[in-house]
């Protein structure tokens, strides 16, 4: 049976080694390997050594750190983050991608892990955990918004593989339709809220009836939750306060898909997101 696999992008700044220290704890505890891969990128490091030299410099430098490291598990490659974090991956069939939310600051933007966040997502074909927070990597509970799609379904099916002792907490966002117009048509405060209680029933019913249809596993812990929201990425954080969890997974198809990034930028826990097709 193949091992379960991560591949941890660093940038050797001091972030990123605690990045790796958690996520080689939590690969251990999936009694999985763990791979390391750090992207040279072309304009720049190509005018000062060439990449041999820098691979051997930077295994160097993460042995010192990590003693037991082995060196086949490390990639030190040239070109740019985004198509050769997703191209290792492939190669060695990961499970997983695990990048910090930020890394080494330099003049030149392109340099910087952070900013390759976004593009990492798009050209991976597997799910990208964003640790924005420093902490072990349990999560007791992860939040999942879903737009009871195809794709959010598998969604969930992949997150209850890569995370059977978490509780799923799914969260179906609903909206008014037509709200402004609401008492502009003439109805009164009374026929506004029996018509959201409407929405809300029978949201609640679409949920439930999509969480059976998943089948998951018996000892897989779900719950979920119907609430009312606008969609808006600004908005998130505040839909969500006083719902407790410690990772939200979002992924990148379907009605959550378009504020999906947006949303990465702002929340404040740690983010997976998968990539789905449509």
């Known amino acids: 049976m193949k091992k379960f696999t991560t ?15 958690k996520a080689l704890d939590f690969t251990e505890k999936m009694g999985g390997e763990l791979h390391v891969i750090h992207v040279a990128e072309t304009p720049f ?8 030299r820098i691979r051997a410099n930077s295994f160097a430098k993460l042995k010192e750190n990590f003693p037991t490291f082995e060196e086949n598990r ?11 974090v997703a191209k290792i991956a492939g190669v060695i069939q990961a499970d997983m991608i695990i990048i910090g939310k930020s890394g080494e600051t330099y003049l030149l933007d392109d340099l910087i892990l952070g900013s390759h966040t976004k593009d990492i997502v798009r050209h991976s074909e597997i799910p990208v955990l964003v640790i924005k927070n420093i902490h072990e990597l349990e999560y007791q509970t992860i939040l999942v918004p879903t737009d009871l799609s195809e794709a959010s379904a598998k969604t969930v099916q992949t997150l209850a ?12 966002f609903y909206y008014l339709p037509f709200q402004t117009r609401l008492n502009t048509y003439g109805f009164n405060e009374a026929e506004v ?15 439930d009836t999509f969480i059976t249809s998943l089948n998951l596993p018996k000892e897989v812990q779900t719950s979920t939750s119907v609430r009312r929201s606008s969609l808006n990425a600004e908005l998130f954080n505040d839909e969500v306060e006083d719902i407790e969890f410690d990772l939200l997974a979002m992924h990148t198809t379907g009605n959550v898909s378009f504020y999906a990034f947006d949303v990465l930028e702002t929340c404040k826990k740690d983010v ?7």
Do not use: M, W
């Not at 490091?45 to 041999?52: Q, V």
């Not at 978490?166 to 179906?172: G, I, N, P």
């Not at 997976?272 to 449509?278: A, F, N, R, V, Y």
């Open 7 to 21: 591949l941890v992008a660093i940038d050797f700044s001091q972030s990123s080694f605690i990045v790796l220290s």
């Open 193 to 207: 809220l029996e018509y959201q209680s409407s929405i809300v029933e029978e949201s609640k019913l679409r949920l």
């Open 272 to 278: 997976i997101l998968i990539k789905q097709s449509k």
């Open 74 to 84: 490390f990639y030190c490659v040239e070109g740019k983050v985004k198509t050769e």
């Open 45 to 52: 490091f190509s005018l000062k050594k060439n990449i041999d």
């Open 161 to 172: 593989s890569l995370f059977p002792k978490s509780r799923l907490r799914l969260l179906y």
